[in-house]
C-alpha cells in the first residue's frame, strides 16, 4: 500500500494567527498578507504550499519570508494561512501518523 502524506497542523494550542486572501511566491520564502498583526518570527507556518515546520524569519511590513521554500510551482494567491505562536506553549503536528512534539517555551 502506498505512504499517504498530510502536510497540515491538526491541533494548535497557544496563539493562531490567521490571514485569507494571501499570496505564496512560487518557488519562494516570500508570502504576502493583508496585515501583520499577530505574526512573530519563528512562529510556525500552516499552509499546504510550506513543508511542515516552516517558520517565519523575517517581517517586512506585509511581507513575511519564511526559513523555507514553498512548494508551489506558480504564485498561489487567494491562501489561508495559519501562523502558529511558539512563544507559550506546546505544539502538536500530526504527520503520516506519527506525532512529533514541538516544546517551544521561552524563557
Avoid: P
Amino acid at each position: 500500500m502506498a505512504e499517504a502524506f498530510s502536510n497540515k497542523v491538526v491541533r494548535a494550542a497557544g496563539i493562531v494567527t490567521t490571514y485569507s486572501g494571501s499570496t505564496v511566491a512560487a518557488g519562494s520564502t516570500q508570502i504576502t498578507v493583508t496585515a501583520n498583526t499577530g505574526i512573530g518570527v519563528s512562529d510556525l507556518v500552516d499552509n499546504g504550499n510550506f513543508i511542515a515546520g516552516t517558520r517565519v524569519a523575517q517581517i517586512d511590513g506585509t511581507t513575511i519570508f519564511t526559513d523555507r521554500n514553498s512548494t508551489n510551482t506558480a504564485s498561489a494567491t487567494s491562501q489561508t494561512i495559519r501562523f502558529l505562536g511558539t512563544d507559550d506553549g506546546i505544539y502538536f503536528t500530526f504527520c503520516h501518523e506519527e506525532y512529533y512534539y514541538w516544546w517551544n517555551i521561552l524563557q
